[in-house]
T-cell receptor, first 111, second 115 residues
Framework: DQQVKQNSPSLSVQEGRISILNCDYTNSMFDYFLWYKKYPAEGPTFLISISSIKDKNEDGRFTVFLNKSAKHLSLHIVPSQPGDSAVYFCAASSGTYKYIFGTGTRLKVLA | DAGVIQSPRHEVTEMGQEVTLRCKPISGHNSLFWYRQTMMRGLELLIYFNNNVPIDDSGMPEDRFSAKMPNASFSTLKIQPSEPRDSAVYFC?????????????FGPGTRLLVL
């Protein structure tokens, strides 16, 4: 049973527009959430995180929103750039080493 | 600075053969993770070491899988005998501390194909 779900396997967005990647979770014990970005033939790299005591965290063009009541988080990329084309994984943990990852969303930013 | 190093990058083998994947964590990191990535299940944690000691191996799928960390700078993941359903990308990651809210740094992965 997938505790972290990314229901959109892929997403295409025009350069300069907003990209919104979504993630849902089922375990109410999760209190720390992360987004990783993965280019082909490379390992995932950390992008941004959020603790459950916050509902928003921003880092440059990247913002993560957390809606605890809906058990939903989203990653916004504004403006999207061709270099953002990658697979994005969301992950969650309950304060331990154990990250539960989603299956990923492939983002394609069209020039 | 060198990141997490994994070898080989690609491995093609026949069913029944032994496969050994290798990982060198970032120097100074004391937590090491082995993950498996598949299309259906995403990234799954196989085993977690802290200070070279296996802490959680609940994700290891079967007895055919084993992992060791003989010292702070080297770990292996072995599959014996390998089966076609083991085909996946295997990642090693490391972090300083116990890995709670510390960032996990991933290696480039080993793409395994079992024929």
């Amino acid at each position: 049973d997938q505790q972290v779900k990314q229901n959109s396997p892929s997403l295409s967005v025009q350069e300069g527009r907003i990209s919104i990647l979504n993630c849902d979770y089922t375990n109410s014990m999760f209190d720390y959430f992360l987004w990783y970005k993965k280019y082909p033939a490379e390992g995932p790299t950390f992008l941004i995180s959020i603790s459950s005591i916050k509902d928003k965290n921003e880092d440059g063009r990247f913002t993560v929103f957390l809606n605890k009541s809906a058990k939903h988080l989203s990653l916004h990329i504004v403006p999207s750039q061709p270099g953002d084309s990658a697979v994005y994984f969301c992950a969650a943990s309950s304060g331990t080493y154990k990250y539960i990852f989603g299956t990923g969303t492939r983002l394609k930013v069209l020039a | 600075d060198a990141g997490v190093i994994q070898s080989p990058r690609h491995e093609v083998t026949e069913m029944g053969q032994e496969v050994t994947l290798r990982c060198k964590p970032i120097s100074g990191h004391n937590s090491l993770f082995w993950y498996r990535q598949t299309m259906m299940r995403g990234l799954e944690l196989l085993i977690y070491f802290n200070n070279n000691v296996p802490i959680d191996d609940s994700g290891m799928p079967e007895d055919r899988f084993s992992a060791k960390m003989p010292n702070a700078s080297f770990s292996t993941l072995k599959i014996q005998p390998s089966e076609p359903r083991d085909s996946a990308v295997y990642f090693c990651a490391s972090t300083a501390g116990m890995g709670g809210q510390e960032t996990q740094y991933f290696g480039p992965g080993t793409r395994l194909l079992v024929l």
